[in-house]
C-alpha cells in the first residue's frame, strides 16, 4: 500500500535535548512538508521540500531543522533552541508538479511531549 | 497574505441533521480550495476539493461550492452520522505560495445518536 508513514508515534523530549521525527513516503512524490498543530489551532507550516536536496524555511521553522537527502525522506529535527516543542506534528507530500491544485497526502501524526 | 477563516466550533448536531460550517478566505489571485477532515488522534485526510470558480467538491455526502464572488467554501451535508465526528478543516493554495497550504484554525463536530 502506498501512503506516509511517521514515527514514533509519541516522543519525549527532555530539557535541552535534540531528537529527530521520521517521514517515510513511497508514493514517489516529488514535494514533502512539515507542520506543527497546536491544540484548537490549524496547521502551521515549519518546512518544506520540492526536490532532494533542496527545503525551503516555512513560517515556524526557528528552532527546527530538516535534511533531504533521500525522495523517500524527510525528517525533522526539533532542536533545543525550540522552547515550546510540545505539539502534534504531521508530514505530508504532494507530486511536487501540478501547481496550486494539488492535494496533500499526510502521515498519522507525531505527538512530541516534554518531560 | 493568505488566510482562512472558519466557522467557530465545536458543533454539536443530533444523527441526520443538515450540516453546515462556513469558510472564508482572503487569497492572491486565483487559488484552489480544500476541505480536509481528522479523526481523533490521526492525521488529515482530503474530504473534497474545488480548483476553480463555481466547481462543487462533493465525497462520502459532503458538498462544497467554490463561490469567488462570496470569497467562501461553505460545507454542506444534508444527513450526518455519528462516524462524521471529526475536525474539519479548511485550506487553500494560491498561485503565489509555492504549493504551500494555508489552513483555518479548524471546526470540531460532533454528532450524537
Known amino acids: 500500500d502506498g501512503g506516509i508513514t511517521q514515527s514514533p508515534k509519541y516522543l519525549f523530549r527532555k530539557e535541552g535535548q535534540n531528537v529527530t521525527l521520521s517521514c517515510e513516503q513511497n508514493?514517489?512524490?516529488?514535494?514533502m512538508y512539515w507542520y506543527r498543530q497546536d491544540p484548537g489551532q490549524g496547521l502551521r507550516l515549519i518546512y518544506y521540500s520540492q526536490i532532494v536536496n533542496d527545503f525551503q524555511k516555512g513560517d515556524i521553522a526557528e528552532g527546527y531543522s530538516v535534511s533531504r537527502e533521500k525522495k523517500e525522506s524527510f525528517p525533522l529535527t526539533v532542536t533545543s533552541a525550540q522552547k515550546n516543542p510540545t505539539a502534534f506534528y504531521l508530514c505530508?507530500?504532494?507530486?511536487?508538479?501540478?501547481?496550486?491544485?494539488?492535494?496533500?497526502?499526510f502521515g498519522p501524526g507525531t505527538r512530541l511531549l516534554v518531560l | 497574505g493568505d488566510s482562512v477563516t472558519q466557522m467557530e466550533g465545536p458543533v454539536t448536531l443530533s444523527e441526520e441533521a443538515f450540516l453546515t460550517i462556513n469558510c472564508t478566505y482572503t487569497a492572491t489571485g486565483y487559488p484552489s480550495l480544500f476541505w480536509y477532515v481528522q479523526y481523533p488522534g490521526e492525521g488529515l485526510q482530503l474530504l473534497l476539493k474545488?480548483?476553480?470558480?463555481?466547481d462543487k467538491g462533493s465525497n462520502k455526502g459532503f458538498e462544497a461550492t467554490y463561490r469567488k464572488e462570496t470569497t467562501s467554501f461553505h460545507l454542506e451535508k444534508g444527513s450526518v452520522q455519528v462516524s462524521d465526528s471529526a475536525v474539519y478543516f479548511c485550506?487553500?493554495?494560491?498561485?503565489?505560495?509555492?504549493?504551500?497550504?494555508?489552513f483555518g484554525s479548524g471546526t470540531q463536530l460532533t454528532v450524537l445518536p
Open positions: 505530508a507530500s504532494s507530486i511536487g508538479t501540478s501547481g496550486r491544485q494539488e492535494t496533500q497526502y
Open positions: 485550506a487553500l493554495s494560491s498561485s503565489g505560495s509555492a504549493r504551500q497550504l494555508t
Open positions: 474545488a480548483t476553480k470558480a463555481d
Open positions: 508514493l514517489n512524490h516529488d514535494a
